[in-house]
């Protein structure tokens, strides 16, 4: 690691293809760092996929495994999340494939009325910790819960981890213009499944900090 902080959310490039490399060497600490940064990501997208507590665990481990299995024919031109939820996309579905049906408890920590996390305490804070607000965030998550997997599985990589169309794309296995069909049809779908919960403006739903347009 050569005295490298990794930060747990974000890996800076030039960083993540310093370990990925050594990772490749038979780096185990290297290795582990890889895991660390990206877990908590992909086990958020994956849960939200899946809804069941084991069997994300289990994808996001098979994940991890099928990942440094095959590291070296890894292309350092893409970004290693990538190909990562990649993976673990298809995973998720060949899950899905085998049951309909699925339930679970619901994260909201990430999600405020404003759709924009401020780690600073505030008014806000308040108001995005009322019942009102708690209200607002169950009914949005329990509606992303209503599309299908690919239009739940774009909202998610668009809104909560930043992605392009084109990323999209590459992990979903379809061109960008897909990616923005499923995206379309899913903000259409959300809108009428909250058209009765007082979401008078879409634009204040926001599923994380920084959206790109699509």
Not at 73 to 79: E, I, L, N, V
């Amino acid at each position: 690691m050569n005295g490298h902080e990794v930060n747990s959310s974000r890996l800076d490039p030039t960083l993540e293809r310093q370990l990925i490399k050594q990772a490749c060497g038979g780096c185990a600490k290297s290795a582990h760092s890889i895991v660390e940064a990206y877990q908590d990501r992909l086990h958020a997208f994956v849960w939200r996929l899946v809804r069941n507590n084991h069997e994300a665990e289990e994808i996001c481990q098979d994940t991890f495994l099928r990942a440094f299995a095959s590291l070296d024919s890894f292309d350092p031109s893409y970004r290693f999340s990538t190909w990562l939820f990649t993976i673990g996309y298809r995973l998720c579905l060949n899950s899905l494939r085998r049951r309909k049906d699925y339930s679970g408890e619901v994260d909201f920590s990430g999600l405020s009325s404003s759709g924009r996390a401020d780690p600073a305490e505030s008014v806000s804070d308040a108001v995005a910790n009322s019942e009102e607000a708690r209200r607002l965030k169950e009914v949005i998550w329990d509606s992303v819960d209503q599309l299908t997997p690919q239009q739940r599985a774009t909202v998610l990589l668009f809104y909560r981890e930043s992605l392009s169309c084109q990323e999209i794309g590459q992990i979903l296995g379809m061109p960008a213009a897909t990616v923005k069909s499923h995206l379309h049809r899913a903000r259409n779908r959300l809108k009428e499944l909250l058209s009765g919960h007082l979401v008078e403006d879409w634009s204040v739903v926001r599923f994380s900090t920084s959206a790109q347009s699509a």
